[in-house]
C-alpha cells in the first residue's frame, strides 16, 4: 500500500503543471506610459520617426509614402490594431481561462481588448497552427504553453498591420512571439515581432500593466466605432499618399530632435549605443 501511495506521489510531482500562475483578472496600463510613451499615446509618433526599427528599405519607401490622412478613410478609421500593437496604446484588458467542463483542464485562455473589442483566444491544449494558407485575422491564431512561471505564446496568421503608427508596415508573414510574467499586481508582457518581408532581425518590445481591483470597471471595456465623412467632397477612390521623393514632412523630426536623417529613418544599426559613435561620420 505505501508503494503505491509513494508511487501516486511522485507521479503527481513529475507531472507538469497545465498553468503555473493564475493571469486572470481586470488589466490596465499604469499611470504614465514611461516605456515609448510616443508611440502609444497622443499625438502619437512624428513622422519620419523609425528610430530603434530594424526596417529594411521596403519598410522605409512604404513609410516614407504614408500620409496620416490616410486615417480618414471611412475603411480605416475603425480598423484594428494587429495583435502585436494592441496591447500597447491605452487600452483596458480582461484575462479568464476557458475549462473543460468535465477534465476542468485549460482549453484556451481568452483575452479581451477593449480597443475596439476584440477577444483573442490563446489555445493551450497543444493543437498545432493551421496551414499557411489558412485565413489571417486581426489577433491572429496563438498558442500558449507554461514555462515556469512564465507564459510564452506564439502567433501566426496575422492580418498586415503597423510596426509604428507613422506608416511603418508589418506584413502578413510576420509571426510573434510574446512572454507574459506576473509579479504580484503588475503583469509584464514582452513581445518579439519577426517580419521577412519588412525587418531584417526580430523587434522587441515590453508593456506594463496593473491589475484593476475595482469591480465596477464593466463601462470601461465598451468599445464604439462608427465612421463618418471627415473631409466632405473627397474624389471617389482617393488614397492619401506621397509619391517617392515627395513627402514634404521627411526631415521635420531629424531637425526638432538635432540627429542626422540617416538616424531617425531606422534599421538595425540604429538599434544599438554603438550607433552614437558613427553619427559624426554622417
Not at 511522485?10 to 514611461?34: E, K
Amino acid at each position: 500500500m505505501r508503494a503505491v501511495v509513494l508511487l501516486c506521489l511522485l507521479m503527481a510531482i513529475g507531472r507538469p503543471a497545465a498553468a503555473q500562475i493564475d493571469l486572470s483578472g481586470n488589466w490596465g496600463p499604469p499611470d504614465g506610459f514611461q516605456e515609448d510613451q510616443e508611440e502609444r499615446r497622443q499625438p502619437g509618433p512624428a513622422i519620419g520617426d523609425y528610430l530603434g526599427l530594424p526596417i529594411n528599405d521596403a519598410a522605409r519607401q512604404w513609410a516614407l509614402s504614408w500620409d496620416p490622412s490616410r486615417l480618414t478613410l471611412p475603411e480605416h478609421q475603425c480598423q484594428v490594431h494587429v495583435s502585436p500593437y494592441i496591447y500597447r496604446g491605452p487600452m483596458q484588458l480582461r484575462i479568464w481561462d476557458e475549462k473543460d467542463p468535465v477534465t476542468q483542464q485549460v482549453i484556451a485562455q481568452k483575452h479581451y481588448i477593449r480597443t475596439w473589442g476584440q477577444t483573442r483566444t490563446i489555445w493551450m491544449d497543444g493543437r498545432p497552427h493551421p496551414p499557411a494558407y489558412a485565413a489571417h485575422t486581426w489577433m491572429g491564431f496563438s498558442t500558449g504553453k507554461w514555462e515556469g512561471d512564465m507564459l510564452t505564446v506564439t502567433t501566426t496568421h496575422i492580418k498586415q498591420g503597423w510596426l509604428r503608427r507613422n506608416g511603418v508596415p508589418e506584413s502578413d508573414e510576420a509571426s510573434l512571439v510574446e512572454h507574459f510574467v506576473r509579479h504580484g499586481n503588475y503583469l509584464t508582457r514582452i513581445s518579439v515581432i519577426s517580419d521577412p518581408v519588412y525587418l531584417t532581425e526580430p523587434l522587441v518590445k515590453s508593456d506594463n500593466f496593473v491589475l484593476n481591483l475595482n469591480q465596477d470597471i464593466d463601462w470601461l471595456y465598451l468599445s464604439t466605432c462608427e465612421y463618418e465623412d471627415e473631409i466632405p467632397n473627397r474624389k471617389p477612390g482617393s488614397v492619401p499618399h506621397y509619391l517617392p521623393g515627395r513627402n514634404p514632412f521627411v526631415s521635420e523630426f531629424a531637425v526638432r530632435v538635432g540627429l542626422p536623417l540617416s538616424a531617425v529613418m531606422g534599421g538595425a544599426p540604429t538599434m544599438y549605443p554603438e550607433f552614437a559613435r558613427t553619427l559624426g561620420t554622417h
